[in-house]
């Protein structure tokens, strides 16, 4: 289930609604369980909660982006000026922020109306499938130019970055790496990207490891060369750190796996550190997915300290 309209069937969407339904079954069923079963059941919902999150969002962008806005806005909003039932976000319930006008399972009570309106938001979803699929076919037939369907899409493919970030040198970043993405400068993309990412990497390590010593400095920052250090380095200082890294809802060895192929190939038989990707290079890097997995845990290390 990429991103092609003909290739979600309604059995994919009945299988995520599924899946949706034990979500809320944990959410709903919180208050019944000591604090020690709360927690575990908890770290249950976050884990499964992200993967499902990715996977119906997906869908939602292709076959229904007018309600792709309101999908995102349930899980994460910087647009408010308070945290109340209303703004409250299932992002902020992974981040273990609680609702103080009521005891706990009241805010599981929320969470479980915001992902109740998510699943009714992909329910709605399911019905277009059909509508897509035979708008696709007529198409197809009346534009032969697009006869390779595998070509056409129906989505929208100009950004590769959707998500809001909190500061603004990182949202000017999200702009150029979509503007040059659009307008196919996919090495520029590569770059901009790597860039975005190895500065996530940083703040995730500096909030972690602290600058208060030289030790922990130099697991981010080259001393002797004065400047921060490259996605091999970092992800070398990851690897070794990783027990420390831990962060709900985040797979490291995921983040590790999808990173690990935009390291440089620094061999002396390499032609360049510069690779020349096409578009499908670009999407198979996973850009906006990585970018989201380490905000969340920027997030949660923030919220935490």
Known sequence: MEDHPARITKQEVHELLNKGNELLNILEQNYAWNSKEYARNRSRFISAYTKWYKLSLAVIRNLSPDTSKRFQNLFSTNKRSEINEYTYTIQDYIHGSYLESGPRNYTDEVTSRKLKEQMEILRHTSAR??????????????????????????????????????????????????????????????????????????????????PTSEENISLYFDISNKDFKDMNNLLHTITEKRTKLASNG????????????????????????????????????????????????????????
């Open 250 to 305: 985040i797979d490291i060895d995921e983040i590790l796996m999808i990173l690990e192929r935009m390291k440089s190939e620094d061999r002396p038989t390499s032609h360049s550190k510069i690779k020349i990707p096409d578009r499908e290079d670009i999407q198979s890097y996973r850009v906006g997915e990585t970018v989201e997995m380490l905000l969340l845990m920027k997030q949660t290390l923030i919220q935490k300290n």
């Open 129 to 210: 499938i059909d509508e897509f699929s035979f708008d696709l076919e007529k198409f197809v037939r009346i534009n032969p130019i697009y006869s390779n369907q595998d070509s056409f899409k129906t989505t929208d493919t100009r950004e590769i970055l959707h998500i809001d970030m909190d500061e603004e040198h990182y949202n000017s970043l999200k702009t150029e790496i979509n503007s040059t993405f659009r307008l196919g400068l996919f090495i520029s993309t590569f770059l901009l990207s790597k860039e975005l990412i190895e500065n996530l990497l940083i703040d995730i390590l500096r909030l972690i490891f602290p």
